[in-house]
């Protein structure tokens, strides 16, 4: 329910690795794609749900102990320059509020429409480049993967729609793979976290592309209301 290639070798040589991956082109998967039908995106929050259920409450050892590559341990550059005293100031509080949720799985980290291969099946999707898989909230990969393939308009009009499909799935997951999971709690812990993954994802993107596409009002709107409500 979460494809992924099929390691064939994994040896290191001279304190290096050779890695050896299945063509998923040749397993049928060669779509790739940068806009994305309703059965596409339903696909790729489907991988998500059952990539998140599947290691809910695994501890990261052996990959990075907080996943994504724009969480702020690793961006205090893009912190420093930071026009935006307010969102500055919140960073911290947003880092905590992520890392000290009760329920932590393994997020992908790079969730982006470019990492997801399409079958000739639209509701088939294979995942690729794990290079920032570690720990986490699995709203960090929903909100990152939402603004990789919806752009303002689309925000605006259907990310909650996509959030309530996300979760739906999530549900089903949880009961086939971690039935032992209260998943009303899990739902209501995430669902309050998804405004706030989406603002600390901006507070990246303020510091490293002040002009960033994905800064749209969709962007603002919820960063707006993560602020307040720290306030």
């Not at 290639?5 to 063509?23: I, N, T, Y």
């Not at 990539?51 to 050892?61: K, N, Y």
């Not at 294979?126 to 990969?141: H, L, N």
Request: hydrophobic residues 40%.
């Amino acid at each position: 329910r979460c494809r992924v290639p099929h390691a064939c070798l994994l040896e290191s040589r001279g304190g290096a690795w050779l890695f050896v991956l299945e063509d998923l082109d040749a397993s049928g998967f060669p779509g790739r794609h940068s806009r994305l039908s309703d059965e596409q995106t339903r696909a790729c929050l489907s991988w998500l749900a059952y990539f998140h259920a599947e290691f809910l409450g695994t501890e990261p050892r052996g990959l990075w102990e907080v996943g994504t590559y724009w969480h702020l341990a690793t961006r205090p550059e893009e912190l420093r320059v930071m026009r935006d005293e307010r969102l500055r100031a919140a960073a911290p509080l947003l880092d905590e509020r992520l890392n000290s949720a009760r329920y932590q799985t393994l997020v992908h980290g790079d969730a982006k429409v470019a990492n997801f291969c399409f079958g000739r099946d639209a509701a088939q999707v294979a995942a690729v480049d794990f290079q920032y898989v570690g720990g986490g909230v699995g709203v960090k990969d929903l909100a990152y993967f939402l603004s990789s393939c919806l752009d303002e308009n689309d925000c605006l009009q259907e990310a909650e729609r996509w959030v309530g499909e996300y979760f739906r799935l999530l549900r089903e997951a949880v009961v086939e793979r971690r039935p032992e999971t209260d998943v009303d709690e899990l739902e209501r812990e995430w669902r309050a976290l998804y405004p706030v993954a989406w603002a600390d994802f901006v507070r990246f993107l303020v510091g490293w592309a002040p002009e960033h596409y994905k800064i749209h009002g969709y962007s603002k709107q919820l960063t707006e209301a993560v602020l307040t409500d720290l306030a």
